[in-house]
């Protein structure tokens, strides 16, 4: 386990990225990549919610649902621009395979959001590894890539509070 945890620290650290931030909306965005995962309850409902904004408004998107725990739920494929990491596609120490994640690494984005609710190694290396402008992420972790956090709440943390608040932030708040 002390190994794994080692060659975990060194590939965060390796895909930790020298960035400049800028706030970007959504009606400024071009490009949009998330990540979330299939173990919380009722993301499926929030994640095509998001996709229909985004359609609606004309943004391609790029996302990225993992499937890594234990869970009694049926994995369903969202969407041809979401592709899903499960236990069997990550190495020995956690690392996604590249053909999962080169969409969203290769690629740069306008703004990167993070669905998860929990912390895990996973979603922390592809949160830093994404090449964004702005991130938005629900967790404050060690190394936090994110330029905003909307903290779990009122709505009691489920991820259709997180994208209302979403969307509410990123409505109010204006670039300077």
Do not use: W
Not at 135 to 159: A, F, M
Request: glycine share 6%; net charge positive.
């Amino acid at each position: 386990m002390f190994f794994r945890n080692t060659l975990r620290k060194k590939a965060l650290k390796h895909a930790a990225q020298q960035r400049s931030v800028s706030f970007t909306s959504f009606p400024m965005a071009a490009k949009v990549a998330f990540c979330f995962s299939y173990n919380e309850d009722g993301i499926e409902q929030s994640v095509l919610s998001f996709i229909e904004f985004l359609r609606n408004n004309n943004i391609s998107f790029s996302g990225i649902g993992t499937a890594v725990g234990k869970t009694k739920k049926q994995i369903i494929h969202l969407d041809e621009n979401i592709s899903i990491i499960r236990k069997f596609d990550c190495n020995f120490y956690g690392l996604p395979a590249h053909h999962k994640t080169s969409k969203l690494f290769v690629n740069s984005f306008d703004i990167f959001v993070d669905f998860n609710c929990q912390e895990s190694f996973l979603q922390e290396y592809i949160a830093l590894k994404t090449q964004s402008v702005f991130k938005i992420g629900r967790i404050v972790t060690e190394h936090t890539p994110y330029d905003l956090v909307l903290e779990q709440g009122e709505g009691g943390g489920s991820s259709s509070a997180y994208l209302n608040q979403l969307f509410h932030y990123m409505d109010k708040i204006k670039p300077a």
